[in-house]
C-alpha cells in the first residue's frame, strides 16, 4: 500500500491563513507600487495642475479635479485590484498566487473549475463570512468539507493539490490506525488460549 497523501484533501484553516495572508502581501506591494507610480508620474507631468489650467473654464472643474486625486478615487482603485485580483485567478486558474505557493485550489463541489459567475458570487460571500467577527472564516474548523460560508453560497471547497506528506509522527500514526481495521473485540473473559 502506498504512502498516505493530502492530494485531493480539503484544505484547512491554517494554510487557507497562510494563503490568504501572502495574497494580501502581493496585493498591498501591488497597489503600494502602483500608487508610488501614478504619483511620481502625476507629480512629474504636473498633471493636476494642468488639468486644472485646463479645465479651469468649465463649471465645477475644481472638485471634479479634487475628486480625481482623493480617497474616494484611491478607495475605488483599491477595491477594484482586490476584486480583479481574486476574480480573475480564481476564474482562471482556480487558485491565487497565495493559494498556488500552498498547494491549495478552489473548486466546486463537483471538482470542476470555477466560471467567473461563481467566483463573484464567492467573493461577495467573503462579506458575509466576515460580518459577524469573522464566523464565516472561522467556521472552516469545525466543517467537515472545511468549507467558510462564502464556499457555501458559490458551492466551492478549497483542496490540496500537492501530495503532501505528512512529516510529523503524531500524524502519521493517526493516519495509519485510520487505515488499518479496527482489532477484534475479546471475550467478556479476556483472551483465551487457542491451543
Known sequence: MGRAHLKGSYAGF??????????????????GAVTWFLSVTATVLQLRSFLGFSLSALPGSAEFIDALFGPVTASVFVAFVIIAYQVFFIAFAGQTPGKALLGLRVVSMDGKRLG?????LRLIG????????????????????????HDKIAGTCVIYTW??????LFLSREIRQLEEP?????????IQDQS
Do not use: N
Open 163 to 168: 501530495e503532501a506528506r505528512p512529516d510529523e
Open 182 to 190: 479496527p482489532p477484534a473485540t475479546l471475550p467478556p473473559g479476556g
Open 126 to 149: 467573503y462579506i458575509v463570512s466576515g460580518l459577524p467577527l469573522y464566523l464565516g472564516f472561522i467556521w472552516i474548523i469545525f466543517d467537515d468539507r472545511r468549507q467558510a460560508w
Open 14 to 31: 491554517v494554510s487557507r491563513l497562510m494563503a490568504f495572508v501572502i495574497d494580501a502581501v502581493i496585493i498591498s506591494f501591488t497597489i
Open 116 to 120: 467567473y459567475g461563481k467566483a463573484i
